[in-house]
């Protein structure tokens, strides 16, 4: 599968991936919106018949009261002589409203009927007249007399007149046949805002979620109460709706997670197949050469027909050893392959000086660096360099990292290499630093990857396994040390190595 598609793919899957996390999450607070809709409507429909039955018991228990009052009042009467029952009675109109002066009406009306069928067919119409004005009269006083109970009933302040018992039992009960089964907490007031009762437990803090309903709302407007109902545990109540598209969403967002990592693990894998093809093609290259020079060299020694002096042997022979070496050397490198699996690395530790190694590893790579008409200026100034490492790996390093420097000069500016030690803190740092072509800033994180290597298109500037950065790295960080790279393309490169040095 190429690239692009792999990139098109992912984006697909992760714009949908994205697309459905919001439907889940939109149908999550959906459902949070119609629960607190209904969660409101229940409470209020609660506290309304909570009202409603406060103040109706409180009715109930008013005219509870006059009726005994009454019993006891005619029972006294009834043990009275007839002229101190009459007497009482003149003292007292205000019980005339409620004696029985008058039949029933119902008996009232079966006497007229009674008189009706008896009586001219002339006087009917005015007896039904006197019948109906008869029964509104009675209505009327009817309803004064329970006007007059109710407004003589809130005269009491309300901190009398509430019940904060039976509130809180009809609260509860209203909620219960809601369906509300939360804990509640609630405090009364006056219209005025003066508290007049409180739950012990009641958070002030949930005010601006309390729901409000009034109390005694049929009584003048100073007369009524108001209650304050809070649920501490409103929003978990609610919010417990969402509990089913929360495993959703985290399942969702998983899978969209391990895709992802799936894709990139896929398109490194594939990078890295990439890199070892180019690194077989090169290494074919590297190969070839040295073959083909050992090759010639071999068939002109066979050949009789060419006259052979000892100038010419020894031309043959330099050509044999010096490609022989080349070779060697590379199949050393592809050999370096093994050692990036740490187990298989075996490092012989011992103290060793660096300036002397660094010394004898630039004295050996001089000749080189004058062949290609450079320069190479060596800054020992480390106090104390010993430090514990392994000889031939870390002659390697420094190799390495001078060869990258050769490989890498400008073609059109003389090279020149800085190789410079010192002591910072307990660290003996060792730098090699050129004025070569350096690296772009997007190659800087790669370099120290297996079969990396930096190029220019799809042409590479010079052969290599990119495999010796890698060795380089690999090498430091087994010896417990830091390698870190400084450049700028066109100005240069700056490597900088590490290590820490041996204790007394």
């Given amino acids: 599968m190429k690239r692009k598609m792999i990139w098109l793919l992912t984006a697909v899957i992760v714009i949908l991936s994205a697309i459905l996390l919001y439907m889940q999450w939109r149908n999550a607070e959906l459902m949070v919106k119609m629960r607190k809709e209904q969660f409101d409507e229940s409470v209020l429909r609660s506290l309304d018949q909570a009202s409603h039955d406060l103040e109706r018991n409180e009715t109930f228990r008013y005219l509870e009261a006059i009726v005994q009052s009454h019993e006891q009042e005619l029972d006294s009467l009834a043990q009275q002589t007839p002229q101190t029952r009459a007497l009482n009675l003149n003292m007292n109109d205000s019980l005339i409203v409620f004696q029985p002066q008058r039949l029933p009406l119902s008996n009232q009306i079966s006497m007229m009927g009674m008189r009706m069928r008896t009586s001219n067919k002339d006087l009917n119409l005015s007896f039904l007249e006197s019948v109906q004005n008869a029964y509104i009269y009675q209505r009327s006083v009817l309803d004064e007399v329970i006007y007059t109970i109710l407004y003589n009933a809130n005269e009491d302040d ?3 007149r509430l019940n904060t018992s039976m509130l809180d039992a009809y609260l509860s009960d209203a ?6 089964n939360i804990p509640f907490h609630f405090r009364v007031e006056t219209v005025r805002g003066e508290e007049v009762f409180r739950c012990s437990d009641y958070d002030s803090v949930g005010e601006d979620n309390a729901y409000v309903q009034t109390l005694f709302r049929n009584d003048p407007g100073n007369k009524m109460g108001v209650v304050r109902v809070h649920f501490p545990t409103m929003d978990e109540y609610i919010w417990g709706v969402a509990r089913t598209m929360t495993p959703m969403m985290g399942f969702t967002f998983l899978l969209l997670i391990i895709f992802c990592y799936t894709v990139w693990q896929l398109a490194r894998q594939k990078k890295v197949s990439e890199m070892k ?13 040295p073959l083909a020079s050992i090759s010639l060299a071999a068939q002109m020694l066979n050949d009789k027909s060419v006259a052979k002096t000892e100038k010419m042997y020894d031309n043959l022979a330099g050509i044999i050893n010096n490609e022989t070496r080349r070779l060697r050397f590379q199949v050393e490198k592809v050999l370096q392959m093994s050692l990036f699996d740490h187990d298989n690395i075996r490092l012989k530790i011992e103290e060793l000086d660096a300036n002397s190694m660094l010394e004898t590893v630039v004295n050996t790579f001089q000749l080189r ?3 290609n008409g450079g320069s190479l200026e060596t800054k020992i100034e480390a106090y104390d360099p010993f430090v514990y490492g392994d000889e031939m790996h870390l ?29 910072v803190g307990e660290n ?16 800087l994180s790669h370099i120290f990857e297996r079969f990396y290597r930096v190029h220019t298109g799809n042409q590479h500037n010079v052969k290599g396994f990119g495999l010796g950065l890698a060795y380089v790295h690999t090498i430091i960080g087994l010896l417990h040390g830091k390698i870190k790279v400084e450049s700028e393309y066109g100005q240069g490169t700056k490597f900088v190595i590490t290590l820490p040095k041996v204790k007394d």
Avoid: C
């Fill in 175 to 180: 909620l219960k046949r809601n369906g509300i």
């Fill in 277 to 289: 093809n180019d690194f077989i093609n090169n290494m074919t290259h590297e190969f070839k050469t």
């Fill in 428 to 443: 003996v740092q060792i730098s090699i630093q050129d004025n070569g072509v350096g690296i772009h800033k997007g190659d």
């Fill in 158 to 160: 309300l901190s009398k």
């Fill in 369 to 371: 660096i004058k062949q």
């Fill in 395 to 423: 002659t390697n390093v420094f190799f390495n990292l001078l060869d990258n420097a050769v490989k890498y000069a400008k073609p059109d500016e003389e090279l020149h290499l800085v190789v410079h030690t010192e002591n």
